[in-house]
């Protein structure tokens, strides 16, 4: 393997205000001696371990952003179909498996011709010539002592970080500790499937052994931003453990039976509630570390515009994930901008934008995700005893008091109102208030308004603009860019903020859940994401409007409440998809129909009638992880495959 050629495949999203280290593109080196003889080339060989990293902000590439229901496309163009939304559509197979992360070869649109460089065993393989050769002290003779540590580190993150995410999608993988010998860079070798508890310790350990090598924060922010603390090591170690803790890798009995060829048990049949113990440290550790270098929640603060504080405690939700490096951004990845935004973004009708092919407002969000959010007394909307719901179709006219979520004397469904910030800052809807900074004036009290009806500037029959549930997706467009005028939008990038603050701190709520049942300290962290949202604490919210007053006082209840949180706060963020798999409840939800407003309504009365856009189907237990696939099956004869494929 000493003449293996390194190609480096990068993408450059360079901004003018910050050079980032993945701009740095290396030369073809033509064997391994050369790429460890001098400071630069091995800088460089590192910078090819971090290429692999995933583009989780286009969600062409990311599988758990649109392969559940919480993002719909419209059924009748394919041509935006994608391999995410077919997994959506219950069309995942074994003979060529859609996201295929285990042979490399992903499978996606047709029409799609950009390249994918996301090859995790090749990932891995190039960790384990860096960690091969920077262990090796006659190795690379110009670099520091601490620049040598930290690289190792570096190195250690991303192969622990791989192969937790292939654990993830694939259950129990091999372990590649070191390179074997095969034949072709593209080959891969004949290795086995190690049993979960073995993979997650192993990735543990060497998440333990980066942290122990990687700076608390990063310096440099010119040149360095994106790169791997110690921080993101340990939430990626929270995450980890809080997923081996789970139902799904915990004591599965779906999979008592799962052994290989060998007779080696991948899963162990008996629940050890010692993971969720692990989980809880693990969460907490990150915590501590997180806020010992700056991390806090986000909030909205400088006003030069002089905003209402609806509209401003909406900004404190949106901008937490996409302000560019947001003190929230546990993990922001600069290898990877968020790039979907002309399919969230919508015509607005006080707007003059004459570009409508860049303004589609295709992404939906099904009518399960608007009913998802709470109340605005920070319950859901079948609980609340002084809100009343059952009729959630039916008309309303919106008063004075309502204009910065709905336009004054607009007629919307009794769903729309009421409800609590996030419900506002998240999604756009018909008649709904889309704040952006270039609204005329610069002022909530005269801003943009969605129409979405059949035939209006953001609804069906309007140049390609047809979103199959009358909810767009609000949340990952960014304010500050400027989607109104004649000339062609602008929209304001940002890296994809993989792991959030307030991601953290709703796992470890959940671990000390499980761990204590109904914690009070559990409480204490939902409430810190709770405050940030505009809501009441889960006992007063509760106590005073809920017809389950008591239910945070048990593990179960507290824990509905907890997984609820999570998909509320963390919705649209590719979240939700994993949470789902690792609770085992994909199966009663993703078995539900996926149901919208009529679209092709042109008046409220025809507009705001339930409609079913799809009928998912899940099975379970074969859809909680992917089929590797009857190719690779048939190449390595040690390899099962996963139950029902």
Not at 223 to 230: A, E, L, P, Y
Not at 405 to 429: C, M, W
Not at 554 to 582: A, M, P, S, Y
Request: include cysteine; glycine fraction near 6%.
């Amino acid at each position: 393997m000493r003449h293996i050629k390194i190609a480096l495949v990068c993408t450059l999203l360079a901004l003018v205000s910050c050079k980032k280290f993945l701009d740095v593109v290396p030369d073809n080196v033509a064997t391994l001696d050369n790429a460890f003889r001098l400071r630069n080339e091995a800088e460089k060989y590192l910078f090819t371990c971090y290429s692999y990293l995933p583009w989780n902000g286009d969600n062409w590439f990311n599988p758990g952003f649109m392969s559940g229901d919480e993002i719909w496309l419209p059924q009748t163009d394919q041509a935006t179909w994608h391999a995410a939304f077919r997994i959506a559509q219950g069309m995942q197979n074994a003979n060529a498996p859609y996201f295929d992360d285990w042979s490399g070869a992903r499978k996606g649109s047709t029409s799609d011709v950009r390249r994918d460089p996301f090859k995790v065993w090749r990932a891995i393989r190039h960790c384990n010539i860096f960690l091969e050769n920077l262990n090796n002290p006659n190795k690379v003779p110009d670099i520091t002592i601490d620049e040598r540590q930290r690289w190792i580190g570096e190195a250690e993150f991303l192969k622990a970080f791989y192969h937790y995410y292939m654990l993830r999608q694939y259950g129990p993988i091999p372990v590649i500790d070191k390179n074997v010998s095969i034949e072709g860079e593209e080959a891969v070798p004949n290795v086995r499937r190690e049993p979960v508890d073995t993979v997650v310790n192993y990735i543990s350990r060497l998440l333990d052994a980066a942290a122990e090598k990687l700076p608390e924060k990063i310096v440099d922010e010119n040149t360095q931003m994106g790169r791997i603390t110690k921080p993101i090591a340990l939430a990626v170690k929270a995450k980890l453990w809080a997923m081996a803790a789970s139902p799904l890798f915990n004591g599965n009995p779906d999979y008592a039976n799962f052994k290989d060829k060998e007779g080696l048990q991948l899963f162990n049949p008996a629940f050890d509630p010692k993971k969720w113990e692990m989980a809880r440290d693990a969460a907490k550790a990150a915590i501590e570390a997180a806020e010992a270098n700056g991390h806090v929640l986000y909030e909205y603060k400088v006003d030069v515009l002089g905003l209402n504080d609806t509209t401003k405690r909406q900004l404190s939700i949106r901008n937490s994930f996409t302000q560019r490096w947001a003190p929230e951004h546990i993990w922001a990845m600069s290898n990877s901008y968020f790039v979907n935004e002309a399919l969230c973004a919508v015509p607005f009708e006080r707007g003059s934008n004459t570009n409508r092919s860049q303004l589609r407002g295709l992404w939906a969000a099904p009518m399960k995700i608007a009913k998802m959010f709470y109340t605005h007394n920070g319950v859901p909307i079948d609980e609340d005893k002084t809100l009343n719901f059952t009729n959630y179709s039916e008309l309303r006219t919106a008063t004075v008091a309502e204009r910065f979520n709905i336009e004054k004397g607009f007629v919307t469904a009794r769903l729309n109102f009421d409800r609590e910030p996030r419900f506002y800052a998240d999604l756009g809807f018909d008649g709904g208030v889309w704040y952006m900074k270039d609204s005329p004036s610069g002022k909530d009290e005269n801003t943009y308004y969605i129409k979405a009806k059949n035939g209006e500037k953001a609804g069906f029959g309007d140049y390609l603009n047809y979103n199959e549930t009358g909810y767009f997706i609000k949340k990952l467009l960014h304010w500050e860019s400027t989607t109104a005028g004649t000339a062609a939008p602008t929209f304001k990038t940002y890296p994809w903020a993989e792991i959030r603050l307030a991601d953290i701190y709703l796992l470890y709520a959940e671990a000390l859940n499980e761990v204590e049942g109904g914690s009070l300290q559990a409480i204490e962290y939902i409430d810190k994401v709770r405050t940030r949202a505009g809501l009441k604490g889960v006992v007063e919210s509760w106590s005073n409007f809920s017809t389950n007053p008591a239910k945070y006082t048990t593990k179960d209840g507290l824990r509905q409440i907890i997984h609820r949180e999570r998909n509320i706060e963390l919705v649209f963020e590719g979240q939700r998809f994993w949470d789902l798999r690792r609770w085992k409840e994909a199966a009663e939800t993703l078995n539900a129909d996926v149901t919208g407003w009529n679209s092709f309504g042109k008046t409220a009365e025809n507009y705001y009638k339930e409609r079913v856009v799809y009928t998912q189907s899940f099975i379970a237990p074969r859809d909680y992880f992917w089929p590797i696939g009857v190719y690779d099956i048939r190449r390595n004869p040690r390899l099962v495959e996963n139950p029902g494929w």
